[in-house]
């Protein structure tokens, strides 16, 4: 197994335990996922492609765009694609097309913000000030590095 | 188990594992919907209900129908039902059993019915397959075709020939064709692989032809299947192996032989080098698009290799010489897998 499948596996269960937090959609690395859709995001710049993202789930305010890597020092594109995904789809525009293909899902109505995220199972790089890291290095444990404010705090520890 | 239903070739990707599982007498249930709305298109409209949904080519039931017949082996169907926006519907992680039943019910019944030998129910799965692949929903393929003995002998000393008799398919469609035509124009025999074996010498490739022109395996014609993708495993590995149970082998009728023309690929790197003349593939599309033939031009070229060569114990190399008498490529022939025992 992949260190990015454990990643993904880890952090998948731990949000469904968590309380108050909606698992939209999830493409994990095997690209098969049955209790999730993937959510495929049009690129505007690129017709025939389109982007992927690793999970995506909710709290009540927040939107969480979250690719996952084994480490850390791996996601330097992942994080880029994320800040594009969001220049080309800002939370207005995101959310509707994001319903359009998860209609089984209840996505709050309450959301004001995207939150940038990248799960991984060892924070070995120092973590950017505006993308949160979710380090999950086993199966019980689950740390919160980088951008971290209160209400990202609230919705997961 | 697909999320995907497809028209076209990509609906046949996977029936590698069908005849795969049929050949090695082991039930199979194939698990996906019968139609489903494109994901891209879900931006376009408000309801989705409005959306054309793409289905899953009838041919796949009907090579299925053919495997169940040829191997006396169940080859069955469980539908992949579909949600509100046409996509197929998946359950919550904590999902009732009801939730549970509504999406996977028909497919776990269908697994108990073969693994306890339920034979009514297996019986009234096949009748369903069997339904399935009288609704067809293909039209006649333009790249699979009918040749006689002569026919096949003639293009496969020449197989530029196939360009008279594909006269309408380059002109119109995706600008990849413009790529493929080129190779076919090029095209010239004058090398044979068989197995690990290359055979070059002039009077021994010439020879060599002249023995394929009368085989007795070519007596009553054989199935042309043309295929215009580059180098790569799907879909048109899976569209060979259905045409080999679909096609060539009719109820009651002998055996024809299938013969792949894949001009994209060559023998000889040399070959496949030397097809990447980039002046006459912008003079075709200049011809094509006018003033818009840069940006399809580049779409073309976009993929990893335009040309390549033909290699052995990849995906593609396997399923082809297991299912295709013979493939023709750009420079030469490959003997499938039966006929490379007569020229080792």
């Known amino acids: 197994m992949t260190a990015e499948t454990r990643t993904y596996n880890r952090l998948h269960a731990a949000l469904r335990a968590r309380q108050g937090i909606t698992l939209i959609g999830g493409h994990p690395p095997s690209a098969k996922s049955y209790d999730t859709d993937l ?18 789930f909710c709290s009540k305010e927040t939107l969480y765009l979250c690719e996952l890597k084994g480490a850390l020092s791996e996601s330097g594109d992942d994080i880029t694609k994320l800040a594009e995904i969001i220049r080309a789809h800002p ?33 070995d790089a120092t973590a950017p000030s505006d993308v949160l890291v979710i380090e999950v290095p086993d199966d019980l444990t689950v740390s919160l590095l980088g951008f971290r404010d209160a209400g990202i705090l609230a919705d997961l520890t | 188990m697909t999320e995907h239903a497809y028209t076209g070739d990509n609906g046949l990707q996977r029936f590698v594992r069908s005849a795969a599982a049929a ?39 009907e090579g299925l129908v053919a495997l169940d017949r040829i191997f006396a082996t169940p080859m069955l169907f469980a539908k992949w039902i579909v949600g509100s926006n046409g996509k197929v519907a998946k359950v919550p992680a904590a999902c009732t059993q009801a939730q549970l039943s509504t999406v996977y019910g028909d497919l776990v019944s269908l697994i108990e019915a073969v693994l306890w030998t339920d034979a009514a129910a297996i019986a009234a799965a096949r009748a369903e397959v069997a339904t399935l692949a009288t609704k067809k929903n293909t039209t006649t393929s333009e790249v699979r075709f009918r040749l006689t003995r002569v026919e096949a002998a003639d293009l496969m000393r020449q197989p530029a020939k196939l360009l008279g008799r594909m006269q309408g398919y ?56 043309y295929s215009g993708y580059e180098w790569r495993p799907d ?3 899976g569209v060979a192996a259905n045409l080999y149970y679909r096609d060539c082998a009719p109820k009651g009728a002998p055996r024809l032989p299938l013969l792949l023309f894949y001009p994209r690929i060559s023998v000889l790197e040399a070959s496949a080098v030397a097809l990447e003349d980039r ?31 033909w290699t052995v114990g990849t995906k593609q190399a396997r399923v082809f010489t297991k299912y295709c008498a013979l493939i023709v490529l750009n420079d030469g022939l490959v003997l499938g897998t039966e006929l490379s025992k007569k020229w080792p």
């Open chain 2, 235 to 237: 879909p048109h590995s």
């Open chain 1, 39 to 56: 959510i495929r995001i049009p690129n505007p710049s690129d017709p025939s492609a389109r982007w992927h993202v690793d999970l995506v």
């Open chain 2, 279 to 309: 002046k006459a593939l912008t003079a075709s599309f200049k011809m094509r698009y006018g003033t818009g033939w840069k940006k399809n031009f580049k779409m073309s070229i976009d993929a990893s290799a335009i040309y390549s060569v």
């Open chain 2, 23 to 61: 050949e090695q007498r082991v039930p199979f249930v194939y698990f996906g919907p019968l139609a489903r709305v494109r994901d891209d298109e879900l931006d376009l409209i408000v309801d989705p209900a409005d959306l054309s949904k793409r289905s899953l080519t009838s041919d796949f039931f």
């Open chain 2, 170 to 225: 380059f002109d119109k469609g995706k600008p990849h064709k413009l790529i493929a035509r080129h190779a076919v124009a090029m095209s010239k025999v004058s090398v044979v692989r068989s197995g690990d074996n290359l055979i070059t010498a002039k009077k021994d490739v010439s020879q060599i032809l002249d023995d394929l022109a009368i085989l007795p395996a070519f007596a009553n014609g054989l199935i042309g299947y």
């Open chain 1, 91 to 123: 939370l207005p525009a995101l959310v509707p097309l994001i319903k359009r293909r998860v209609p089984t899902v209840t996505i709050p109505s309450t959301l004001t913000r995207i939150v940038k995220a990248v799960g991984v199972e060892s924070a």
